[in-house]
């Protein structure tokens, strides 16, 4: 008997029967965005769980992009798909009050607030890392697919990104570098380590 397919083949799939192939999204489909998010991730060596939840990150829509191919009622529909720890990383980003959370992700005392609730908790710092890791490889994907963003937005990316570059792995960093200001980075060191 054949094994069956990687969760990531599996989450395509997922995501191509909802219509995420058919949502218009910089750079194509909403489909081609997570599946270019996921590649990101790969490329900086991101954990499996991470991988998966890239691909799916828009899934039940997130602040910024609200057209959702799965509601959040069926959140145990993704979770057989990419995984439990996956899917809690999608949920996590998904319903993130980004200018509530994102200025203070850095520190461990900072408030992670729900946009949905307003309810407010604290995150480990692997949670932290992943929203951060998360965040970038999902923005510089847009940055790099509409030049238009990338000239609107791109010092306000960079202010986002500089923030959390403590939390950032060194390829996300190089990567936000070279494509936001144009130039390599060459800080050997990569990001300065966050406070546990």
Do not use: K
């Not at 039940?60 to 959702?68: I, R, S």
Request: overall charge positive; hydrophobic content about 45%; glycine content about 6%.
């Amino acid at each position: 008997m054949p094994a069956p397919p990687p969760a990531a083949d599996r989450a395509v799939v997922l995501l191509r029967r909802l219509g995420a192939d058919a949502i218009a999204h910089p750079g194509g489909t909403l489909l081609q965005h997570l599946v270019r998010v996921r590649a990101l991730l790969v490329l900086w060596d991101a954990r499996p769980a991470l991988q998966l939840a890239g691909l799916c990150h828009a899934a039940y829509g997130t602040e910024a992009f609200t057209p959702a191919v799965l509601g959040l009622a069926r959140r145990a529909e993704l979770a057989l798909v990419i995984g439990t720890e996956a899917e809690a990383l999608v949920h996590l980003y998904a319903v993130c009050d980004r200018m509530a959370t994102y200025p203070t992700l850095t520190h461990p005392s900072g408030r992670y607030v729900e946009r949905f609730t307003g309810r407010t908790r604290s995150l480990s710092l692997q949670q932290r890392r992943d929203l951060a890791e998360l965040t970038a490889a999902n923005e510089l994907d847009i940055a790099r697919a509409d030049p238009g963003f990338r000239i609107r937005q791109g010092p306000h990316l960079m202010a986002l990104l500089l923030r959390l570059r403590p939390l950032l792995s060194p390829a996300a960093w190089h990567t936000a570098d070279a494509l936001l200001t144009g130039r390599r980075s060459t800080d050997p060191a990569g990001p300065a380590s966050p406070a546990a």
